[in-house]
């Protein structure tokens, strides 16, 4: 079946801009993450979904950022007034049951540039 | 809080010998261990886990050796080939926690 699917794979914005990027899961997996990758660097957790339960949102760097989901199904990460340092790869993972100790799956990123 | 690191940024091996990258971490309640490859332009593929009740998990071509002792992790290629060539990541999780703690990354290159 299909993997991970994000859109779009790059966006270009102006600093102070909204953007919103969109992650469709693999069907059926119940717990998808976010994740934003520096570049050279290792990924960081932003936020987490599972099932209807309360996200974790300990992740996200702060209030410009926020995410959905809708049921088990697609979430969008939304970052407000974009600022330089917001420039990443945002990565999607999505994983069948609890998560953790299930493997991740994930997607190919959206590459974010602000200038 | 939790630290995963490894000891060597890039590594160069020749086609055809044994790759191994490693991994150390500081959270002594971390129960499982994942490594992914990550090639350029995709996201992070998942190789191989090991959970803490381990000490050593094979797959096809690839080890991976987890210490408990000296919180050390290790992954081993046998024959690397060219299309290994990719940034490796080892990530760590606990019992309790929504998340995998990740590295900064490996860089390996694999020279004809």
């Known amino acids: 079946g299909a993997g991970v699917s994000q859109s779009p794979s790059n966006k270009v914005t102006e600093k102070g801009k909204d953007v919103e990027l969109r992650c469709d899961p693999i069907s059926g997996h119940t717990a998808l993450y976010w994740y934003r990758q520096r570049l050279g660097q290792g990924l960081e957790f932003l936020i987490y979904f599972q099932g209807n339960s309360a996200p974790d949102k300990s992740g996200l760097p702060s209030d410009r950022f926020s995410a959905e989901r809708t049921g088990e199904s697609v979430s969008t990460l939304t970052i407000q007034r974009t600022q330089q340092e917001d420039s990443a790869v945002y990565l999607c993972?999505?994983?069948?049951?609890?998560?953790?100790?299930?493997?991740?799956?994930f997607g190919p990123g959206t590459r974010l540039l602000v200038l | 809080g939790e630290s995963v690191g490894l000891h060597l940024p890039t590594l160069s091996v020749q086609e055809g010998d044994n790759s191994i990258i490693n991994c150390a971490y500081s959270n002594s309640a971390s129960d499982y261990f994942i490594w992914y490859k990550q090639e350029s332009g995709k996201g992070p593929q998942f190789i191989i886990d090991?959970?803490?009740?381990?000490d050593k998990r094979q797959g096809q071509r690839v080890t991976v050796l987890l210490n408990k002792t000296v919180k050390h992790l290790s992954l081993q290629i046998a024959a690397t080939q060219p299309g290994d060539s990719a940034v490796y990541f080892c990530?760590?999780?606990?019992?309790?926690?929504?998340?995998?703690?990740f590295g900064t990354g490996t860089r390996l290159t694999v020279i004809p």
């Open positions: 090991i959970r803490s009740n381990m």
């Open positions: 990530a760590e999780g606990y019992t309790g926690a929504n998340n995998l703690f």
């Open positions: 993972a999505s994983s069948q049951n609890t998560g953790l100790l299930e493997t991740q799956y």
